[in-house]
C-alpha cells in the first residue's frame, strides 16, 4: 500500500518534470514574436533586440527553463559576489536589491563612465553616490561590472562602451535611455519557489494575477461539484435500478445529450433562456475586483452550464455501475430471504455501486478542467482558464507555463487521490 | 469485460451480410434511427451545400447585417450581413466533407474524419505493436500514453495549435495527437484478449512475420469494439473543432466555422440580435448529439444481439 502510493508520487513527478519541459519546449519554440506582441509590430530591429536580450531571451534554452523552474538569483549573485533579496516597495512593486557589506541595499547605474550607486538603507531613505572602485579590469583598457540595475535585471556593464537600450515602462511605452548593458538576467526566483517570473502580458507578477484567477476558478469548480455530485449520483441509482424503464431511458438519453454538446453551445442556450429571453440572470460574469462569492449572481449561469455537462457523465457512470450490482448474485439472495425491497437498495446495493463512480469522477477532473477553460471564456468569467488561453494567444510564457503546471498539477494530483480512495473503498486491494 | 465479447461475435459473423446485418441493427433501435437522420441531414447539407443555397458563405451585404429570419436569408445574417444558413452549411463541409489542405488542394473526407482518420491509424500501430510485443516495448508505449493522457486534453490543444498554428491541417494534427492514448489503449486491450487465440497460435507455427500477424490476422479481428469508438470519436472531434474554433484556434477567418461563428455572434447576443450565435450552437449541438445516439444504439442493439 505505502509502495504502492509512493511509486504514483514518484510517476506524478515524472510526468510533472516531462510535461513542464515539453510545454516549455512547445511554447518557446512556437511561431510569433513575443517583443513584436509586446512592443507592437513597428518596433526597429534594435529595439526588438534591446528587449529580447533584456529578457534574457538570448540565452540557451535549457538554460532559461532551469532559470524558470528554480530561479536564478543564486547564480546572478554569485557573478555580482553578493546576496540579492527581493523586497515588495510600499506601492507593491517587487524590487530586486543586492545586499551591501553593511546591510544596507545597493543598486546601480551608468552614467558615462561612472558607476553611480542608489543606496537603500533600512529605515527608507535612498542616497546616491560614485562607485567606481567596484570597476573590475579584465584585460588591459577593459573594465567591466556585474550588479543590479534598476528594473530588475543582474547586468554586465563595460566601462566606456553602454549599448543604447530600450527599456518598456508599461503604461508608457518604449523609453530609449543610455547606459545598458552587455549582458542581462532578469531576476526571478523561480517556479517552485513561487514566482514564475514577469508576465509580458500585463507587466505584473504572474503569481499575484494566477493567485486570483485559480482562487476564482476554484470557486467556480467547487460549486459545480457540489451541485452535481448528490443529484448524479441520486439519479444514477434512480435510473440503474430498474435496466430500460421509461425512467431510466429517459435520465440516461437526457443525460448523454447533455454531457456530450460543447460547453460553448450549452452556455450559448442558456444566456439566451435566463438572460435575454427571461431577464433573470446576468449574460456575462462581470467581477471587477470583488471576489466572486461576493456577486453570487454571476456565478449562477457558469455553475449551471458546468453542472449539466458533468451531471449526464457522471449519472451515466452511476447507472451502469448500479445496473451491473442489481444483477450480481448478492442481491438476488437479499430478495429472496424476504428483505424489503428499501433495505435491500440503500444497504446492499448503493454501497457497491458507488465506489466505481467516485474514482472515476475524480479521472474525470481532466475533462473538467477544460469544461472550466470553455465557460470561463463563454461567461467572461475571470479564472484560470481564461487567464490561460489569453497567454497562450499573446505567448506570453512565463504566464503559460505556470498556469499550464498548474492545471497539470490539478489533473495528475487528483488522479493520485482517486488511486488512493480507491484502495480504502476496496478491500481486495488494501489487504493485498 | 464488454469489448471482449463483442470481438468474439463480430468474428463469427459471416462477411457477406455484414452490411445487410448494420442496416438491421440500425431499423431495429429507434435511438440509433434518429441518431442517423440527424447525421444524414448534416453529411447530405453538407455534400451539396453548393446547390441549397444562393449565397456564398463569404458574401457580405452591409445594408443587412444582424437579421433575424426573413425570405432572403432563412435563417438570417450575421454582423457582415453574411448568410448564417450558407455559413452554417459550408460550415457543415469543413467538419465532415471536405479537408481544406491549401487554397488549392483540397481533400474529400472532412476535417474531423481525417483527425479520427489519422488517429486511428497511429493508434492502432502503437496498440497493436505495445500489445503484441509485450515487454520493454509495451512498458515504454504505455507509460508516455499515460503521461500524455495525464495533461488535460484543452491543455494539449491549446499548446498544440497555439505552436503550430490555426488552420485546418493543424487542427487534424492535434486532433490526431489528442486520439492517439485513447485508441491505442483500446487496441492494444483487444490484441492482448485476441493474442490468445488459437489461429494465432497457428499462424505462429506457419511461421508468418510478426508484421503479418499484427495487421492481417489481429487487426481485422478488432474493428468492432473500433467501429464503435471511432463513431464516438468523430463526436467528440466535432466537439473539440467546435471549441478550438470557439477559443480562436481553429480555422482562419473568413473560413465559416461553426465555433468561430460562435465566438463572433456572442458579441452580440446582448444587443438584441442573437442568431448569429445560435444556429451554430444548435448545429453542432445536434451534429454531436446525432452521432452519440447513432452509436449507443448501434452498441446496445449489438449487445442485445449476443
Redo the contacts between chains.
Keep these: 500500500m505505502l509502495v504502492f502510493i509512493l511509486r504514483r508520487f514518484i510517476?506524478l513527478f515524472?510526468?510533472m518534470v516531462?510535461?513542464s519541459i515539453?510545454?516549455f519546449i512547445?511554447?518557446e519554440?512556437?511561431?510569433g514574436n513575443i517583443a513584436k506582441n509586446v512592443l507592437g509590430a513597428f518596433i526597429t530591429p534594435e529595439q526588438e533586440a534591446s528587449f529580447i536580450s533584456q529578457n534574457g531571451l538570448d540565452k540557451p534554452m535549457a538554460i532559461r527553463y532551469l532559470y524558470w523552474v528554480i530561479g536564478n538569483d543564486r547564480v546572478a549573485g554569485k557573478k555580482i559576489g553578493m546576496a540579492l533579496k527581493k523586497i515588495v516597495t510600499r506601492e507593491g512593486f517587487e524590487e530586486w536589491w543586492a545586499v551591501k557589506e553593511d546591510n544596507s541595499l545597493v543598486r546601480w547605474k551608468v552614467e558615462g563612465n561612472d558607476l553611480v550607486a542608489v543606496n537603500l538603507r533600512p529605515d527608507g531613505t535612498m542616497t546616491e553616490y560614485m562607485d567606481n572602485d567596484r570597476w573590475q579590469t579584465i584585460e588591459k583598457e577593459k573594465q567591466v561590472f556585474w550588479g543590479v540595475d534598476r528594473q530588475n535585471h543582474a547586468v554586465l556593464w563595460v566601462k566606456g562602451d553602454t549599448e543604447k537600450a530600450w527599456i518598456f515602462i508599461t503604461g508608457k511605452g518604449l523609453m530609449e535611455s543610455t547606459g545598458g548593458a552587455k549582458e542581462y538576467i532578469p531576476l526571478k526566483k523561480g517556479f517552485v519557489r513561487g514566482d514564475p517570473g514577469i508576465s509580458f502580458r500585463t507587466g505584473r507578477p504572474v503569481s499575484k494575477s494566477l493567485f486570483i484567477r485559480l482562487r476564482n476558478s476554484a470557486v467556480l469548480a467547487a460549486s459545480a461539484f457540489v451541485i452535481v455530485m448528490p443529484l448524479a449520483l441520486l439519479l444514477g441509482i434512480v435510473a440503474g435500478l430498474k435496466e430500460g424503464s421509461f425512467k431510466d431511458r429517459f435520465l440516461s438519453?437526457g443525460g448523454?445529450?447533455f454531457s456530450?454538446?460543447?460547453?460553448?453551445?450549452?452556455g450559448?442556450?442558456l444566456?439566451?433562456i435566463f438572460?435575454?429571453w427571461l431577464g433573470w440572470l446576468p449574460?456575462?460574469a462581470v467581477l471587477g475586483d470583488a471576489a466572486p462569492w461576493e456577486k453570487p449572481v454571476m456565478l449562477i449561469l457558469p455553475v449551471l452550464t458546468l453542472t449539466l455537462i458533468e451531471l449526464g457523465y457522471v449519472l451515466r457512470i452511476t447507472r451502469s455501475s448500479m445496473v451491473e450490482v442489481m444483477k450480481a448474485p448478492y442481491i438476488r439472495t437479499a430478495f429472496l430471504k424476504g428483505l424489503p425491497h428499501r433495505q435491500v437498495v440503500i444497504r446492499h446495493a448503493i454501497r457497491n455501486a458507488l465506489i466505481a463512480p467516485i474514482t472515476v469522477i475524480m479521472l474525470h477532473v481532466?475533462?473538467l478542467?477544460?469544461g472550466i477553460?470553455?465557460v470561463e471564456?463563454?461567461f467572461g468569467y475571470p479564472g484560470l482558464?481564461a487567464y490561460?488561453?489569453e497567454s497562450?494567444?499573446y505567448?506570453d510564457f512565463n504566464a503559460l507555463e505556470a498556469g499550464?503546471m498548474i492545471?497539470?498539477t490539478a489533473?495528475?494530483g487528483t488522479?493520485l487521490i482517486a488511486d488512493i480512495i480507491y484502495t480504502f473503498l476496496n478491500p481486495r486491494i488494501r489487504y493485498a | 469485460m464488454p469489448d471482449k465479447s463483442k470481438a468474439k461475435s463480430l468474428k463469427t459473423k459471416p462477411g457477406s451480410g455484414r452490411l445487410r446485418q448494420t442496416a438491421a441493427l440500425l431499423f431495429s433501435s429507434k435511438?440509433a434511427m434518429t441518431g442517423f437522420v440527424i447525421v444524414m441531414f448534416w453529411v447530405t447539407a453538407a455534400a451539396f451545400a453548393p446547390y441549397l443555397t444562393q449565397y456564398t458563405p463569404y458574401e457580405q451585404d452591409w445594408k443587412a447585417p444582424n437579421q433575424g429570419p426573413s425570405a432572403d436569408h432563412i435563417l438570417g445574417t450575421d454582423e457582415l450581413g453574411r448568410d448564417l444558413w450558407a455559413r452554417l452549411i459550408y460550415g457543415a463541409r469543413v467538419v465532415l466533407v471536405v479537408l481544406p489542405v491549401t487554397e488549392k488542394i483540397i481533400l474529400p473526407g472532412g476535417t474531423a474524419v481525417w483527425g479520427v482518420l489519422v488517429a486511428l491509424i497511429a493508434g492502432s500501430a502503437l496498440g497493436l505493436i505495445s500489445g503484441y510485443k509485450g515487454g520493454w516495448i509495451d512498458e515504454i508505449v504505455m507509460r508516455s500514453l499515460?503521461?500524455m493522457?495525464?495533461?488535460?486534453?484543452?491543455?494539449l490543444y491549446?499548446?498544440?495549435v497555439?505552436?503550430?498554428?490555426a488552420s485546418a491541417i493543424n487542427v487534424v494534427i492535434a486532433i490526431a495527437i489528442v486520439g492517439v492514448p485513447g485508441i491505442a489503449r483500446l487496441v492494444r486491450s483487444l490484441t492482448l484478449d485476441i493474442k490468445t487465440r488459437e489461429y494465432i497460435r497457428s499462424a505462429e507455427t506457419r511461421g508468418e512475420s510478426d508484421w503479418f500477424i499484427m495487421f492481417v490476422e489481429i487487426l481485422p479481428n478488432t474493428r468492432g469494439p473500433i467501429i464503435i469508438d471511432a463513431m464516438l470519436r468523430v463526436?467528440y472531434a466535432i466537439?473539440a473543432m467546435?471549441?478550438l474554433g470557439?477559443?480562436?484556434l481553429g480555422m482562419p477567418p473568413p473560413s465559416p466555422d461553426w465555433?468561430s461563428m460562435?465566438?463572433k455572434g456572442?458579441a452580440f447576443?446582448?444587443m438584441?440580435s442573437?442568431w448569429a450565435?445560435?444556429w451554430p450552437?444548435?448545429a453542432?449541438?445536434s451534429l454531436?448529439?446525432g452521432l452519440?445516439?447513432l452509436a449507443?444504439g448501434i452498441r446496445e442493439e449489438s449487445m442485445r444481439y449476443q
Aim: proline content about 4%.
Design positions: 510517476l515524472l510526468t516531462v510535461v515539453a510545454v512547445i511554447a519554440s512556437s511561431p438519453i448523454m445529450m456530450v454538446v460543447p460547453e460553448f453551445a450549452t450559448i442556450f444566456t439566451l438572460s435575454v449574460g456575462a481532466n475533462w478542467l477544460g477553460v470553455i471564456v463563454v482558464g490561460l488561453l497562450a494567444l505567448k499550464a492545471m497539470v489533473a495528475v488522479q | 435511438t499515460d503521461a493522457m495525464a495533461i488535460p486534453v484543452i491543455l491549446l499548446i498544440i497555439s505552436a503550430i498554428g463526436g466537439f467546435g471549441t470557439f477559443l480562436g465555433g460562435v465566438a456572442r447576443i446582448l438584441g442573437p450565435a445560435l450552437s444548435i453542432i449541438a454531436v448529439v452519440n445516439l449507443d
